[in-house]
């Protein structure tokens, strides 16, 4: 707010400044005799009406333009959403390829437990060596003890070594797969700058040819208001010329005396002034009032320099009496300081006198006691 509220200020000042000078532009056309017509002013109005029409096409262009913004956008917007989702779903099919292949119920340790073919898988128990029927309290079988122990330690190996050829495998097709993927998305990457690249370079030119179409209009505007203003003008300048002959030619500028006289007397209208013998009338009545106005200015000089006098010699007696007063309040002063101090040493003789009295009628004892008393 602390930064647009100078801006907005400014904008309301050049906003008033522009009514202010229009409607002053307005008052010179209504004003002046020359070109003021009975009715609207159409020049003000086809202004306006030009000014309007410039207005609403840089809106529309100003419109057009962030249409075109919000186009571009949402498409980039679309790409990259297409994007994310086919790289969530690449990812998510990996996962489910990975969980299929490396994460199956059966690796799991406790998958003996919850095979649901456990009952199926099942066998009699110690067949041959191990027969659950030749058993010793229950122990049916011991580590070590079966029969095929070579056999089944090499056909141990023999899986374990053939589960890490197929690990190294899926390894390296998930590898390549990755690889691949990787070169696929580089590829759509690429395929989408291009594309980016080639909307701005589009949209680049549009912009050049719209900035040469306005160039080009603003021409031919300029041009036709330049020619416009010179036929104006040089209609303006005819017609100043006749109407500037024919005051030349009238007889009101002439100052004719001859047309102010009709059949019925002066006419007041066309009358150009009076003859001499009036004049010199004039001039003597005016000449006797600048002496009456001169005799009461000094009748007035002299009343006021009687009054400033009397002022002048009020104030001094003021003055004076002033001065005269504060003499005598000076004096009385004096002479009430003078009786102060007297009484005020009469009273400290006095005082003097009585403590003096006082101490010589008391005892020794009583009179060191009082004293310390005084002393503390």
């Known amino acids: 707010m602390s930064g647009l509220g100078p801006q907005r200020e400014l904008e309301e000042a050049a ?33 306006q009406v030009k000014e309007r029409k410039i207005q609403e096409a840089a809106e529309k262009a100003e419109h057009e333009r962030f249409a075109h913004h919000m186009k571009k956008n949402d498409k980039l917007m679309c790409l990259l959403e297409e994007r994310q989702k086919n790289e969530i779903r690449d990812l998510n099919r990996a996962l489910t390829e990975f969980h299929k292949n490396f994460q199956g119920p059966e690796t799991r340790r406790e998958f003996d437990l919850n095979d649901p073919q456990a009952l199926k898988k099942d066998r009699p128990a110690r067949v041959s060596d191990d027969d659950p ?14 029969l095929n122990h070579d056999q089944r330690m090499k056909f141990q190996k023999e899986q374990i070594r053939e589960w890490s050829l197929q690990q190294q495998k899926d390894l390296k097709n998930a590898l390549a797969d990755q690889k691949l993927a990787d070169d696929l998305y580089d590829k759509f990457r690429i395929e989408l700058d291009r594309k980016i690249m080639e909307e701005q370079r589009k949209e680049e030119e549009s912009r050049r040819a719209v900035c040469a179409a306005t160039k080009n209009f603003n021409k031919i505007q300029v041009a036709e208001l330049d020619h416009k203003n010179e036929l104006e003008k040089a209609q303006k300048m005819k017609d100043d010329m006749y109407e500037i002959t024919c005051l030349l030619r009238g007889d009101f500028l002439s100052e004719n005396p001859d047309q102010a006289i009709g059949p019925g007397g002066v006419l007041v209208d066309r009358w150009k002034g009076m003859n001499q013998e009036q004049l010199m009338a004039i001039r003597e009545f005016q000449k006797e009032q ?5 005799r009461a200015r000094e009748q007035e ?8 006098r009397q002022r002048v010699q009020a104030a001094r007696a ?24 007297g009484l005020s040493q009469e009273q400290k003789a006095k005082n003097i006198y009585l403590k ?3 101490y010589s009628n008391i005892p020794t004892e009583e009179f060191y006691a009082q004293f310390n008393t005084t002393t503390r």
Request: one cysteine or more; charged letters at 45%; a positive charge.
């Open 318 to 341: 003021q003055l004076l009496w002033e001065r005269h007063q504060q003499r005598q309040d000076q004096v009385q002063r004096r002479d009430l300081d003078a009786v102060n101090a």
């Open 15 to 47: 906003a008033l400044e522009r009514r202010r000078r229009r409607e002053l532009l307005r008052r010179g056309r209504i004003f002046n005799a020359r070109i003021r017509t009975i009715g609207i002013d159409k020049d003000a109005l086809d202004a």
């Open 301 to 308: 000089r002299r009343r006021d320099a009687e009054w400033d």
């Open 133 to 146: 029927r030749c058993t010793i309290s229950g122990m049916q079988k011991f580590v070590g003890e079966d």
């Open 356 to 358: 003096e009295e006082e």
């Open 290 to 294: 600048v002496l009456e106005k001169q």
